[in-house]
Antibody
């Protein structure tokens, strides 16, 4: 079955960087569009970014202001999110999700990112 | 950005009784392809969101038929015909008609 496993979260100081990974299995990753979503403590989900199957089409939430970069490696069945210049308000659980026909069908369990000095 | 507004924010329900959640969007969710991309998610404590309903009224695989969705344009509703204990959690609507995709603020369903 579809499995998505995020990793790379942890504690980082303000201004620091992190790269999150999402390992995919159980479906044809190279043919799937993927997204990143985050959820701050006690808040609702926030859509962050979308990448097409080939990586040629990418969208970001305006709130990220160029600090985050989505990418993928279809040979490794992996999705990535590079996060730079992190702020306290970026503290959240970060989820990757598989998108099919503009629906977020499958989600990973998430990885926690904490930005604090 | 399209703003999604859910009501109520909290819904205490007696087991076996119905529950209803409203979701209103700040603009029409009808895409240029004629499809309305409005979905509903359930999030149980400590779990990621789970897709329940897509394109207004289609139940996702494995979702019990006590869950139903309806609506059009800017007004949408999720109904649970008879609430069971496992339905406790927070429910979110989401629009994927226009980037950035946006979620409602969530409705907490709890047992009275």
């Amino acid at each position: 079955q579809v499995q998505l496993v995020e990793s790379g979260g942890g504690l980082v100081t303000p201004g620091g960087s992190l790269r999150l990974s999402c390992a995919a299995s159980g479906f044809t990753f190279s043919g799937s569009y993927m997204t990143w979503i985050r959820q701050a403590p006690g808040k609702g989900p926030e859509w962050l970014s979308y990448i097409s199957s080939s990586g040629s089409t990418i969208y970001y939430a305006d709130s990220l202001r160029g600090r985050f970069t989505i990418s993928r490696d279809n040979a490794k069945n992996s999705l990535y999110l590079l996060m730079d210049n992190l702020r306290a308000e970026d503290t959240a659980v970060y989820y990757c999700a598989r998108e099919r026909w503009q629906e977020l069908e499958s989600w990973g369990q998430g990885t926690l990112v904490t930005v604090s000095s | 950005d399209i703003v999604m507004t859910q009501t109520p924010l909290s819904s205490p329900v007696t087991l076996g009784q119905p529950a209803s959640i409203s979701c209103k969007s700040s603009q029409s969710l009808v895409h240029s392809d004629g499809i309305t991309y409005l979905s509903w998610f359930q999030q149980r404590p400590g779990q990621p969101p789970r897709l329940l309903i897509y394109k207004i009224s289609n139940r996702f695989s494995g979702v019990p038929d006590r869950f139903s969705g309806s609506g059009a344009g800017t007004d949408f509703t999720l109904k649970i015909s008879r609430v069971e204990a496992e339905d406790v959690g927070v429910y979110y609507c989401m629009q994927s008609t226009q980037f950035p995709w946006t979620f409602g603020q969530g409705t907490k369903v709890e047992i009275k």
